[in-house]
């Protein structure tokens, strides 16, 4: 075992070492073990150095005991300072008002019969002030110990003439009597206390303006709070009087004259030290309506029946019963508390029938309702929808319009509903700059520069600072400028450079000009001058190599110019590592010239350059999930599966959320939901619940939006197995087996199956499954499988089953015969025990 030091033992050490000790531990503040040491060295000698600093660690230590209100260790510590310190003491006031605070009387009386006039009216200020407090409220006794000739004697005279004339309602005798006092007088702070409680109850802003020059730290502080209080009304007197003690409350309820139904409310809000229960607030605005108008209880207790229906009797016997409107509005709400959003829109549309039938005027009340409804609503399809109501009742709601111009703008099968409602909302608001923005935003997603410049001008026509209007139109001056370069009309390149520079965007614009400018050098004038200017253009830009190429070879492939020239003046960038911040421009750049000018034919040519690093990024580096779904989301705009597919499966290996899942079905079927199987279309409807559930909703709407493609695509697989709702003639469909071996099923049953399959599909494989079929004929069956990987998935569910202890009266026999696969008696060897 390793040695500890120990410390030697006081009684061994030299005086030399144990005086050094000591000094350290007072130097440390460590006063207990200063005195201790301090103590021992004086019983070895009298040293005047000693007892000097064991005088300062006593009264250092008193102090200390004070801070923590312990003031009798502090009285104790200072009277043993004493024992070893010379007169005058210091800290004597400290050790008066200790007294005062141990409530010990006599003493008290003892230490100021010891006070001289200079003490009492220059030296102590804060005891002379607590003095002056303690002889008006509690103690007028401790006037007579005091020496008769200090100022505060006479000072203290003045106050009781004030007071007198105060409690007489002699105000100019006050205010006299009061002038008396000067600026310094240790009652300074009564003189404003008592010049503002008259002010109180006839103007209180002035009185409040008094009570605030009172410093924390005055004894008079307290009693400024109070008055403070005073001045309060409604809810802010109720909420600070129920703070106060019974004594005080009563104070300034008599101060501020309340009513004895208003003090025995306040009385009961001091009681509840938590939070308050909903029976007790309905309870107390139910009996105290007097108080705050019956108009606004009613309210209050209309609102409480939603989380307090018992309180519904109750409420009809003060106001009376509530109509049908505000019945189905309470229902509807208590159906949201349990997050029941059916039957809430069911009460919610009985609402608005209600108001239907009273006329036209409940127009407004009738689209807030459906855009509340929309709001619960986790479908994004269906919110969208209620919002389109919503206008046929309110059609000058501009945050509908921008909801619905947001759902319809980010997919490209929707983007012909996208332009209709967008012609609405410019019609309606032409001049409003978030509606302007957007049509900005699809003039750049549809590669129409001269319509983006258009609706720019318009915005920096109503606000002349609006950056994105102004980078909105560089690039549109650029996007020309590339056009005309193409066309080598070299005059109006330049004329468009011009425009843009002028705009006067910051730095990485000015490169951006300039690298532009380069290009027109090569075509027109010098190849090497060009190259050079757009290197240097290109290097000012970018920090990377790969952000280089794919920047160089998106303005070549833009203006028709060689690629491979422009690349070869270029740093190598096959074997460059993305950082997360070269990562995130890269991303940038992608979007941005997706928007601008680029097809995705030149896009995806531009990332065949750097491809190769990119995947080697994404292999070796550890970027953060919200960077990589960026990336996922621009990949899947242009189309580029590729890159999509290593990205998403990079994501999954550390996420298994349901936007991952999503992209990386997405991105094996190309972006087709018609190639999508059915067991990842069951994936997808389980993530999408997954994705509502978490509150997922770009996740919900993106796997809904496949969806749709999917059920387009196999009308009758999408029927979600509910086939049995209708007639056994309408089941039969030969032509899916799906729906032949498995239709007779409820959707309750299915989904039950849909969750395990789920599970039991991660882990089990076409080989492993032909395997546990223990047939002869194996390689048939897998043969079949890889003709038809429908076979699976219709193996799976009765395996499915089994594990689930599901009947679901369909056999392995039953599947292989639906598919047209010839059985031998293996077959019916197939141990359903191995598939759990």
């Given amino acids: 075992m390793p040695i500890k030091n120990r410390q030697m033992p006081v009684s061994g050490m030299a005086e030399d070492s144990l005086e050094q000790q000591a000094l350290s531990q007072a130097n440390a503040g460590k006063y207990k073990k200063a005195i201790e040491l301090y103590t021992h060295l004086l019983q070895s000698a009298d040293n005047s150095e000693w007892r000097r600093q064991l005088a300062y660690c006593y009264l250092q230590s008193a102090l200390a005991f004070a801070a923590k209100g312990l003031y009798k260790k502090a009285l104790a510590s200072w009277e043993n300072y004493s024992q070893y310190a010379q007169p005058p003491y210091e800290k004597y006031d400290h050790y008066i008002t200790w007294l005062i605070k141990t409530k010990d009387s006599a003493r008290v009386q003892s230490c100021l019969a010891q006070l001289s006039a200079r003490?009492?009216?220059?030296?102590?200020?804060?005891?002379?002030?607590?003095?002056?407090?303690?002889?008006?409220?509690?103690?007028?006794?401790?006037?007579?110990?005091?020496?008769?000739?200090?100022?505060?004697?006479?000072?203290?005279?003045?106050?009781?003439?004030?007071?007198?004339?105060?409690?007489e309602n002699n105000l100019s005798g006050m205010d006299e009597?009061?002038?008396?006092?000067?600026?310094?007088s240790a009652f300074r702070d009564f003189r404003t206390l008592l010049k503002a409680a008259v002010a109180v109850s006839v103007t209180p802003a002035e009185a409040q303006a008094s009570l605030a020059k009172i410093p924390l730290h005055s004894p008079y502080a307290q009693a400024a709070g109070l008055l403070l209080t005073c001045t309060r009304k409604g809810s802010a007197l109720a909420r600070e009087m129920a703070r106060l003690n019974p004594q005080q409350r009563e104070l300034v309820g008599e101060i501020a004259g309340l009513k004895q139904e208003q003090f025995e409310l306040i009385g009961q809000l001091s009681k509840q030290k938590n939070d308050w229960p909903d029976q007790m607030k309905f309870d107390l605005a139910l009996h105290y309506r007097s108080l705050c108008g019956s108009e606004l209880a009613q309210r209050f207790c209309l609102a409480m029946l939603v989380r307090h229906s018992s309180g519904q009797q109750d409420f009809n016997s003060a106001f009376g019963p509530i109509g049908e409107f505000e019945q189905n509005r309470l229902m509807a709400l208590a159906c949201e508390r349990e997050d029941n959003s059916y039957d809430a829109e069911y009460h919610w549309r009985q609402c608005m029938e209600v108001l239907a039938r009273e006329g036209s005027g409940n127009a407004l009340k009738i689209a807030l309702i459906l855009r509340h409804i929309a709001e619960n609503q986790p479908d994004a399809e269906e919110k969208i929808q209620l919002l389109i109501e919503s206008l046929e009742h309110d059609p000058d709601d501009q945050g509908s319009?921008?909801?619905?111009?947001?759902?319809?703008?980010?997919?490209?099968?929707?983007?012909?509903?996208?332009?209709?409602?967008?012609?609405?909302?410019?019609?309606?608001?032409?001049?409003?700059?978030?509606?302007?923005?957007?049509?900005?935003?699809?003039?750049?997603?549809?590669?129409?520069?001269?319509?983006?410049?258009?609706?720019?001008?318009?915005?920096?026509?109503?606000?002349?600072l609006n950056t994105v209007a102004k980078q909105a139109l560089f690039s549109s001056h650029l996007a020309h400028a590339r056009k005309l370069l193409q066309s080598r009309a070299y005059p109006s390149v330049e004329n468009e450079i011009q425009q843009a520079e002028s705009l006067?965007?910051?730095?990485?614009?000015?490169?951006?000009?300039?690298?532009?400018?380069?290009?027109?050098?090569?075509?027109?004038?010098?190849?090497r001058q060009g190259l050079q200017h757009i290197t240097e253009a290109l290097s000012q830009l970018n920090t990377d190599p790969v952000n280089m190429h794919f920047q160089a070879a998106?303005?070549?492939?833009?203006?028709g110019l060689p690629v491979a020239t422009l690349l070869r003046e270029l740093p190598p960038a096959k074997d460059h590592v993305l950082s997360a911040q070269e990562l995130a421009r890269l991303v940038e750049r992608l979007k941005r010239y997706d928007q601008e000018s680029g097809t995705q034919e030149q896009l995806h040519k531009a990332l065949e350059k750097i491809k190769a690093a990119l995947k080697k990024s994404l292999q070796q580096q550890d970027y953060a999930e919200n960077l990589l779904l960026a990336l996922c989301e621009t990949l899947g705009g242009i189309k580029h599966f590729e890159l999509l597919r290593h990205c998403?499966?990079?994501?999954?290996?550390?996420?298994?959320k349901p936007v991952w899942i999503y992209y990386g079905i997405y991105s094996e079927t190309d972006g087709d939901p018609e190639r999508c199987s059915f067991i990842d279309r069951l994936r997808l409807e389980d993530n999408r619940e997954k994705a509502r559930l978490e509150k997922d909703h770009r996740a919900a709407m993106l796997i809904g939006h496949y969806l749709d493609g999917y059920r387009q695509a196999h009308p009758v697989k999408a029927m979600r197995f509910l086939d049995n709702l209708f007639s056994s003639a309408e089941q039969n469909n030969p032509e899916d087996p799906f729906d032949k071996l498995f239709?007779?099923?409820?959707?309750?049953?299915?989904?039950?199956?849909?969750?395990?399959l789920a599970s039991l599909s991660k882990k089990t494989s076409p080989e492993r499954l032909v395997q546990e079929l223990n047939s002869a004929n194996g390689d048939k069956v897998l043969q079949a499988i890889m003709i038809n990987p429908d076979l699976f998935t219709a193996l799976m569910?009765?395996?499915?089953?089994?594990?689930?202890?599901?009947?679901?009266?369909?056999?392995?026999?039953?599947?292989?015969?639906?598919?047209?696969?010839?059985?031998?008696?293996g077959f019916s060897l197939f141990n359903l025990g191995k598939l759990l």
């Avoid at 997919?411 to 012909?416: H, I, Q, V």
């Avoid at 239709?743 to 395990?756: I, P, R, V, W």
């Avoid at 499915?800 to 047209?820: H, K, P, R, Y």
Wanted: hydrophobic share 45%.
């Fill in 401 to 464: 319009y921008l909801q619905i111009l947001g759902y319809y703008g980010q997919f490209p099968d929707t983007a012909g509903t996208f332009k209709q409602w967008l012609g609405k909302a410019l019609a309606r608001f032409p001049r409003d700059l978030d509606v302007l923005t957007l049509a900005l935003q699809a003039a750049m997603r549809d590669k129409a520069p001269e319509e983006a410049g258009q609706y720019a001008q318009k915005i920096l026509a109503i606000d002349p």
């Fill in 797 to 825: 569910v009765v395996k499915a089953a089994d594990a689930l202890g599901i009947a679901i009266n369909v056999s392995v026999e039953d599947v292989l015969a639906c598919f047209n696969v010839s059985k031998k008696s």
């Fill in 648 to 656: 998403s499966k990079r994501a999954q290996s550390s996420w298994q």
């Fill in 177 to 184: 009597a009061l002038k008396q006092l000067p600026y310094r």
């Fill in 554 to 559: 998106m303005e070549a492939l833009l203006t």
């Fill in 743 to 756: 239709g007779h099923l409820s959707y309750e049953t299915f989904h039950k199956l849909n969750k395990k």
């Fill in 504 to 527: 006067k965007l910051g730095k990485s614009y000015i490169f951006q000009a300039q690298l532009m400018r380069g290009l027109l050098v090569f075509a027109s004038q010098d190849k």
């Fill in 119 to 167: 003490q009492l009216d220059k030296d102590y200020p804060e005891l002379a002030a607590l003095l002056g407090l303690l002889i008006i409220a509690d103690h007028p006794e401790f006037q007579q110990v005091l020496p008769q000739d200090s100022d505060f004697i006479a000072h203290s005279a003045s106050v009781q003439t004030a007071l007198q004339a105060y409690q």
